[in-house]
RNA sequence: CGGAGUAUAGCGCAGAUGGUAGCGCGCAGCGUUCGGGACGCUGAGGCCAUCGGUUCGAGUCCGAUUACUCCGACCA
């Protein structure tokens, strides 16, 4: 390709707003340039990348079995409505009405077309188990995108969905996705951490998400030091530390309180340790039912924990009203007393202290001495307190540690989530009945895993591609060596090199710069300098070498 | 959806107190240059986001709308 005729030129005025290297360094370099907010272009040379970023992940799900087919990029409505995702999804759900009134969803995801398609062939265990996947543009509704690739509304994604006769058969594609995305992101240069998550609307029971560490990246995480625990912040279990358990429940009593509405006014107050104050926070669900969340005041609420123990779709913070509504009082909530009005829903944290204190439902008084199962009851215990760097492991063990990362890609179990919700979505196993299918899905965003790899790949001067990737493999320079050069790009065109010339009558401070910007794994430069020789110097390395054209293609095979 | 801001040439910006638009980069032509974003001369390019007011006259004042950016909330 001769760079005089290529589309998408450098532009080093442009800002691209974002503070992330990806966004400024793919949009300087002319790979891709914004439409609206979250919606791209990929010119010819972000093109390219992406194209060979699918090449390597379609070879890896091949290889495991995978087959590639596409779906309709409209989903009929309906199908969306059998599983209840569009109140679950609803937020970030884009719909559209064809004339005659027909509704469709412009999928963000396809479980539900996958199985829909699954389900017209009335299949049995004899068919068992298959992976099906696609490349396919997907459309998130984000109140905000942000970051370049990184959050955007419309992406490519390769989404595969696997069907098996039970968890077992799963298990054992759950494990070998989860070694194909391993090499597959090895291949892309990409080094992952694979960490437990949530499964959020897409549903099931588990998942994990390949995470690449990067300071400024979306999600939060926390692995232990000793390496055995991974775990999203929306899900990381820790050990609760004893505090002052042993000690013998004092009298309860109520006292007056003349103090503001946080934690630390109670402390204060008091003058005793924020751990044996107890907190108190009011949640109100889908249905407007107030939950009452109680935790030691040490810990915060986790609320993707409290919306799983509490299997609710929504939770939102109540409004003061609604607290005056039930007798309290915001900033003096007390569980005492609370038993019937609201769901109390505990931490097993509060099973750590002893003589706790806090409000007493009513404007300036505290109560003192409270204690679990003296005092008040739960109408739930569980976990819903949310990690933090320090904390002890699960295993009590050791510490864990607090990370950030992009997710590029994740695989989820989806059980019988969907086969339960969507109607004949089974298959007639050896003993003649139909079973619900066995389901999981596999996640790649093929934008944002690009970003990515120049957020890990590249310098002060511009991104240096990985060579398996990289748009073209040579970029040609001549500083008014027209005709040497022509000859060169000619015979390695011949050869099958992936050649890109910069043939523009520019200078050659000006080559250099956007060669450097454009990270070609190899630059070559003719010049009077370089003689009947070749200058070959890799983008990755600072030394440079005379060799000639021999030489060159010799090594270009390698 | 809350808070803050922006909208003038492809991009980045300037245009006190109202008088029909300018700079830098980029782009085009010619010439001189050429190993790290060259220089000179010439030139093209704008319904000043949209709609509606005030005014003899609006890029400028007022109102509304839309889009975008940032911070929240939300989220592969």
Redesign the pocket.
Known sequence: MKYSKLFGK??????S??GMISHQLLTKGGFIRES???RYFFLPLGWRVQEKIKAVIKDEMDKAGAQEMISPVLHPLELWKETNRTNTAG??LMQVTDRRGGEFALGGTAEEMFVDVVRKFNLSYKDLPFNIYQFST?F?D?????GGLL??RE?V?KDAYSFHTDAEDFKKEYDKMAETYTKIYQRLGLETRVVKADN???GGEYCH?FQVEHPEG?GRFFVSEDGSYCAHEDIAEFARDEKNIGETEDEYQVVDAVRGKTMNDGVELHGKPLWQQIKNVMFADEKGNLILAVIRGDLDVN?TKLKNLLKAAQLRAAEDNEIYALGSEPGFISPVGMKGKVKIVGDISLRTIKNGYTGANQKNKDALNVNLGRDFDLDLEGDIAMAEAGFLSPDGQSKLEEKRGI??G?IFQLGYHYSNLMKDANFVDKDGQKKPYYMGCY?I?L??TLATIVEKHHDE?GIIWPENIAPYQVHLID??ENEKAQMIYQTLIEAGVEVLWDDR??????K??D??LLGLPIRL??????GDQI?WKKRSETQ?ELINLDQVLERLKQ
């Open positions: 450098t532009s080093y005025g442009d800002q707003g974002s609206v907010a979250g937020f970030e997907k998130r984000e109140l905000r995108a942000r959050r955007v992406f994604m959020g609307y897409i998400e979306e609320e997710e590029v994740n996640g965003g934008g944002r001067k500083i008014n009558s520019e200078n050659a401070g000006r250099f710069n060669s450097d430069v003719v010049s009077k300098k370089t200058e440079a």
